[in-house]
């Protein structure tokens, strides 16, 4: 019993620990279903001195979650697939509507204004961070 609390004391201050030595944060997450597309949006800041990779975005509530690019290409948007995306140290990259976002294609189930989506974000340094991303006002796209 006595090893078992020592352990637990242990974990209960190493989890801080680890989680303060990432270097990328991700703030600002958000959903908007426009014109029958579902997208997610967020904010990554590379708080490190080193350059950091976005590898990959899935949520479970999606077949697909893919990181694309807008264009605009005579007078159309079209959408160029990212295989991965640098974050310069002390860099951010904020995902918006017109520009980088998060494409999700084959949503299991309606979403609604005020859901919340999880996602998880891989990183080449920094590994898998998880965050919930709420369904913004679908007829505005407001967060």
Known sequence: MRLLKILFVALVFATPAYAQSKSVVVEEAWVRIYEGATSAYFHI???????????????????????????????????????????????????RPGGVFVRLTGV????HVGDAVPLTLRFERSGHIEVSARVGNQLLGNR
């Not at 605009?72 to 002390?90: D, M, Q």
């Open 108 to 111: 299991k189930r309606a979403l």
């Open 45 to 95: 800041i590379n708080k490190g001195e080193e350059t950091d990779r976005l590898l990959e975005v899935s949520t479970p509530l999606a077949d697909k979650a893919e990181v694309v690019s807008t264009r605009v290409r005579s007078g159309k948007f079209t959408y160029l697939p990212l295989k991965n995306l640098e974050i310069a140290g002390g860099g951010d990259e904020r995902f």
